[in-house]
């Protein structure tokens, strides 16, 4: 049996990357897959999204609007089986919790020992529900109930070194966590935890451990739940690696850092002390030794690879292609099946999203009886009444402008029936169709200015193009300023000027040899005279911006070690200097030893910068 956890840093672009949600699991190739930072909220959880043959899915999605976001954290459990329904699979959850306090709406409570899983778990009553609530609602944790294990699927708070607020906040969700774990634990029952903790435990699991990286109390939280410290749990990577360094699975998305290697190792599978086995003499007994087969890192979902990809640069123009995080795997061996069972209700197949609303009675009845009135009124039932005035208004447009003709224009001018039907035209009638289309002219002024209205406040926002251009007039043919009809008399007297003394009309063939030709030179020395205007505002351009980049480029300082340009870089700290401008090397980020890393160059802007 094979369990994966991985941080896709986001669920849409990893499955846009491979293609579909199904090629993204089975390039993992595992019986269980644990995802961090889905980034979804509740309303995106759509069958496309969570739902693959084969799988069973299982979500817990941000709740609250934090930090001016939505959707930022998330975790998603899937889970391969042949059946949904009357399963012996251990890969197939028996029952599963959204959260770990149980104060969730949605949460249905995993198996325990006792009948009914209460409003607060036992072990959490000293904390306030309030207090509880907030650590849940963020979408962090996802519980599966396996049977032989009870599986935590964690995405641990990021908590930067001043930001005290967030530092709060994660010391109280992994105080809470333990407790929920040692709750778990009184019970009999074993845990497997896996996920994105957003610890690295000990110096060797960082590339930038400094003489104070042990006095950090997540380290020293994370520690105090080992073996080794007393604690229950087994880091199963460094069980089986215990001196394997640089084994990183996270780099820094802004420096370049994965080139080199340079991140730390915060995705963590950990299991508890004891085996399936029942023998008498348990000493010489653990899950890890008696069930763990192999743990490793999947290298090859690294997104930098050495020989494919350029030197990072500065990395504005240089995307790699996925997560900023890689897979960790767990293979373990004599997992025995279990009791046949159907697939849990929190799975993600009955969320309203996927397989969607229930109809009510009520519901039913409402919209039957409204059927019966419209046939009652001869009128379909697919049809609102507003959908049957704007037929009649379309209808009246048509047959007004039918009959009439706009003064000033030629005979052999025609009005496409379509712009009648979306635009705001009314034109001006002769005299003797004026008296039998007075009423379905101002039928089309009513129905035209509602909808003129609708127009505006959906296309409400102009293009900067729109600003530059004048306004089309009709001086004769038009009375309304708003009319989408205009003539040019610049274009109309080449049209007269060419076309002489010969009828007007569709037909080319009635058109002398000269006329021809005197309209296609002119059509030419119009081409001609636009493309020529078009491209010398290019060149214009084109101009100006060589010279703003290279009065740019000189005003970059050389870094000291490389000397070469650096990037500019905007400091976003709360203080004096948020907002202001500097300069920093631009090669990736990496060990001090290496000559080819970033040399640490850091200079001020000497103006400070508009961003807010």
């Known amino acids: 049996m094979k369990i994966v956890t991985y941080n896709v840093n986001g669920l849409r672009p990893r499955i846009s990357q491979f293609g579909s949600l199904l090629k993204l699991l089975n390039s993992l190739d595992a019986d269980i897959i644990c995802f961090q930072e889905t980034k979804l909220s509740r309303q995106e959880v759509t069958s496309d999204l969570v739902m693959a043959d084969g799988y069973e899915s299982f979500f817990s999605c941000t709740r609250t609007l934090g930090q001016g976001r939505i959707g930022y954290s998330g975790v998603a459990t899937f889970c391969r089986v042949k059946s949904a329904f009357s399963s012996n699979e251990v890969s197939l959850p028996v029952a599963a919790e959204e959260g770990f306090t149980g104060l969730l709406e949605n949460s249905r409570g995993f198996v325990t020992r006792k009948d009914e899983m209460p409003a607060i778990v036992e072990g959490l009553e000293?904390?306030?529900?309030?207090?509880?609530?907030?650590?849940?609602?963020?979408?962090?944790?996802?519980?599966?109930?396996?049977?032989?294990?009870?599986?935590?699927?964690?995405?641990?708070?990021?908590?930067?070194?001043?930001?005290?607020?967030?530092?709060?906040?994660?010391?109280?969700?992994?105080?809470?966590?333990?407790?929920?774990?040692?709750?778990?634990?009184?019970?009999?029952?074993?845990?497997?935890?896996?996920?994105?903790?957003?610890?690295?435990?000990?110096?060797?699991?960082?590339?930038?451990?400094?003489?104070?990286?042990?006095?950090?109390?997540?380290?020293?939280?994370?520690?105090?739940?080992?073996?080794?410290?007393?604690?229950?749990?087994?880091?199963?990577?460094?069980?089986?690696?215990?001196?394997?360094?640089?084994?990183?699975?996270?780099?820094?998305?802004?420096?370049?850092?994965?080139?080199?290697?340079?991140?730390?190792?915060?995705?963590?599978?950990?299991?508890?002390?004891?085996?399936?086995?029942?023998?008498?003499?348990?000493?010489?007994?653990?899950?890890?030794?008696?069930?763990?087969?192999?743990?490793?890192?999947?290298?090859?979902?690294?997104?930098?690879?050495?020989?494919?990809?350029?030197?990072?640069?500065?990395?504005?123009?240089?995307?790699?292609?996925?997560?900023?995080?890689?897979?960790?795997?767990?293979?373990?061996?004599?997992?025995?099946?279990?009791?046949?069972?159907?697939?849990?209700?929190?799975?993600?197949?009955y969320a309203p999203s996927v397989r969607g609303f229930q109809q009510t009675i009520v519901?039913?009845?409402?919209?039957?009886?409204?059927?019966?009135?419209?046939?009652?009124?001869?009128?379909?039932?697919?049809?609102?009444?507003?959908?049957?005035?704007?037929?009649?208004?379309?209808?009246?447009?048509?047959?007004?402008?039918?009959?009439?003709?706009?003064?000033?224009?030629?005979?052999?001018?025609?009005?496409?029936?379509?712009?009648?039907?979306?635009?705001?035209?009314?034109?001006?009638?002769?005299?003797?169709?004026?008296?039998?289309?007075?009423?379905?002219?101002?039928?089309?002024?009513?129905?035209?200015?509602?909808?003129?209205?609708?127009?505006?406040?959906?296309?409400?926002?102009?293009?900067?193009?729109?600003?530059?251009?004048?306004?089309?007039?009709?001086?004769?043919?038009?009375?309304?300023?708003?009319a989408d009809i205009s003539l040019n008399q610049a274009d109309l007297s080449k049209s007269n000027l060419c076309a002489l003394e010969t009828p007007t009309g569709d037909d080319d063939k009635s058109k002398s040899p000269e006329q021809s030709e005197c309209a296609s030179s002119q059509d030419q020395d119009d081409q001609n005279f636009c493309s020529s205007s078009e491209n010398e505002k290019n060149n214009v351009a084109l101009l100006e911006w060589r010279r703003i980049q290279q009065l740019m480029q000189n005003s970059i300082p050389l870094c000291k070690g490389h000397n070469e340009p650096c990037v500019a870089r905007v400091s976003k700290k709360a203080g004096p200097n948020n907002g202001r401008r500097f300069y920093v090397c631009a090669r990736a980020e990496g060990p001090a030893s290496n000559p080819e890393t970033n040399c640490n160059y850091f200079k001020w802007a000497t103006s400070k910068s508009n961003h807010k």
């Open 126 to 349: 000293g904390f306030a529900k309030e207090e509880l609530l907030k650590v849940d609602s963020e979408g962090r944790c996802i519980i599966t109930d396996h049977g032989h294990f009870v599986l935590f699927n964690i995405y641990g708070p990021r908590a930067e070194c001043d930001d005290v607020e967030r530092i709060q906040f994660k010391l109280t969700f992994f105080k809470i966590l333990q407790k929920r774990w040692e709750s778990v634990l009184l019970q009999g029952r074993r845990i497997l935890v896996v996920g994105d903790l957003n610890i690295a435990p000990a110096a060797i699991d960082r590339c930038d451990a400094g003489p104070d990286f042990e006095k950090n109390e997540f380290r020293r939280w994370f520690r105090s739940i080992l073996v080794e410290s007393g604690g229950h749990f087994f880091d199963v990577f460094r069980e089986k690696h215990p001196d394997r360094k640089e084994a990183y699975t996270c780099w820094p998305q802004n420096t370049g850092a994965e080139e080199f290697n340079y991140g730390s190792r915060i995705d963590h599978i950990l299991v508890t002390k004891s085996c399936l086995h029942q023998e008498c003499n348990m000493q010489s007994h653990n899950f890890v030794t008696c069930h763990v087969k192999e743990c490793d890192i999947l290298m090859q979902f690294k997104r930098w690879k050495p020989g494919n990809t350029p030197r990072w640069k500065g990395g504005r123009s240089i995307k790699l292609e996925g997560s900023d995080h890689i897979p960790v795997y767990m293979r373990m061996m004599e997992i025995p099946d279990i009791a046949e069972h159907s697939t849990p209700s929190l799975s993600s197949r």
């Open 363 to 482: 519901s039913v009845l409402m919209k039957r009886q409204v059927a019966e009135q419209a046939k009652a009124n001869g009128v379909s039932s697919s049809l609102s009444n507003d959908d049957i005035a704007r037929g009649n208004c379309s209808e009246n447009v048509k047959r007004s402008f039918s009959d009439c003709s706009v003064s000033g224009l030629p005979s052999d001018v025609s009005i496409p029936s379509s712009n009648l039907e979306s635009e705001d035209v009314i034109p001006r009638t002769d005299d003797h169709s004026r008296g039998s289309t007075n009423e379905a002219t101002h039928n089309a002024i009513t129905c035209t200015s509602t909808k003129k209205k609708a127009r505006q406040s959906q296309w409400s926002q102009l293009s900067l193009k729109s600003f530059f251009q004048k306004s089309p007039n009709l001086s004769d043919g038009v009375g309304n300023s708003g």
